[in-house]
């Protein structure tokens, strides 16, 4: 049975722990009033049990046992009862009108797809009940189907706007939250998942740690925004010259190339290329014309523990490069 993951999604289960209180407080007050008062057993007896049902959904997301089938349950049974109250219950009480919650709880729990086409499937049900129900002159069916249909669309409506604007939100989060601001290129949060992901998965790879030499000299002559500049220029340098997608600023002036399933050698003649890339390459900011070099240490990542390993072993590789005298790769 798929159990919910607070990793994976936090935003849906902390959704059914509130609606399945919710739901099970609200049930347990209505339920003694239908039993009891307004002499309508069965919606009464149903209400009992969906309430029941509704406090162990609640238990189950506060231990961390949600399963998937109890949010389309919840939902499905709140559905039916509001549309078995709707259509058993005087309409002057009005209880149709709950109908109208249901897009929004479509929308929050099962987002915008799942949403829209439940949305989509109660509409007609909604108005053949309140029409059938609206048999009174007291009561002008056609200007409560009518008011009732514009008012569903209208919550549908917002609710789909919120659901894709929140969809959007999520994806620029999720690109703000891996990308470095500056160059563009991925960061060290986005470095420390595609470890994981390698080490999930049992696959090797070798790390690229480039730095760029005597930077500290360039911010110092010219200026913190030349500095910049040159951040940018070297990140396009290095996509130019590999995978767009395995580059990463570690911080400063330091940039992360990892290479899967590459030997070592390849990764070295890899490093030598970028490295002579950028000796070559003219780097042209504010009316200058500056050259650069880099060093690079070469390493390769071992399977377990392994970013703080890779990284701290091409760190040495890249001392070992400076200390050469720089502009060199060791691995
Ligand atoms: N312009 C700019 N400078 C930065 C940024 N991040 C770090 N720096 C600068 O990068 C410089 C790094 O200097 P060092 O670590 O001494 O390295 P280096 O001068 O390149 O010397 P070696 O690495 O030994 O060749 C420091 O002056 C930092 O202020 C940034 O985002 N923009």
């Known amino acids: 049975m ?45 209400e009992i049990m969906i309430s029941l049902f509704s406090f162990y ?29 709707a259509y058993s219950a005087d309409i002057r009480a009005l209880s149709f009108l709950w109908g109208l919650a249901l897009p929004i709880v479509y929308y929050l729990m099962f987002g915008e797809k799942q949403g829209f086409y439940f949305t989509c499937l109660i509409l007609l049900p909604s108005i053949y009940i309140l029409f059938i ?21 209208f919550i549908w409506f917002l609710c789909h706007l919120y659901e894709k604007q929140h969809n959007q939100d999520k994806i620029q989060l999720q690109i703000m939250a891996h990308n470095d ?28 740690l480039v730095d760029i030499d005597f930077f500290k000299l360039v911010n110092d002559e010219f200026g913190h925004s030349v500095g910049d500049a040159v951040l940018i220029e070297v990140a396009k340098c290095l996509q130019s010259q590999t995978d ?60 377990g523990n392994a970013m703080i390993d890779a990284l701290h072993r091409a760190d040495n590789k890249l001392y070992q490069a400076k200390n050469k005298g720089r502009n060199a790769v060791c691995a």
């Open 2 to 46: 798929m159990l919910f993951s607070k990793k994976t999604n936090p935003l849906r289960i902390s959704l059914l722990t509130g609606l399945s209180l919710l739901v099970g407080v609200l049930m347990g007050i209505y339920s003694p009033i239908n039993l009891f008062y307004l002499d309508m057993p069965i919606i009464g007896v149903i």
């Open 57 to 85: 959904c609640f238990w189950c997301a506060k231990t961390g046992k949600a399963k998937v089938y109890q949010s389309y349950v919840l939902v499905f049974l709140t559905t039916f009862l509001i549309y078995l109250a």
């Open 133 to 153: 129900n609206s048999p009174s002159e007291e009561f002008i069916s056609y200007r409560a189907i009518v008011n009732y249909t514009f008012a569903h669309f």
């Open 181 to 208: 601001a500056l160059t563009g290129v991925k960061n060290r949060h986005a470095l420390e998942k595609h470890f994981k992901r390698l080490e999930k998965n049992a696959i090797q790879a070798n790390v690229l």
């Open 244 to 303: 767009e997608d395995a580059i990463y600023r570690l911080g400063g002036e330091e940039f992360v190339i990892l290479l899967e399933k590459v030997s070592i050698e390849d990764s070295r003649k890899k490093a030598e290329q970028i490295r002579h890339a950028i000796e070559q390459h003219t780097f042209h900011s504010h009316d200058l014309h500056l050259h650069l070099t880099v060093s690079i240490g070469v390493a390769q990542s071992s399977l």
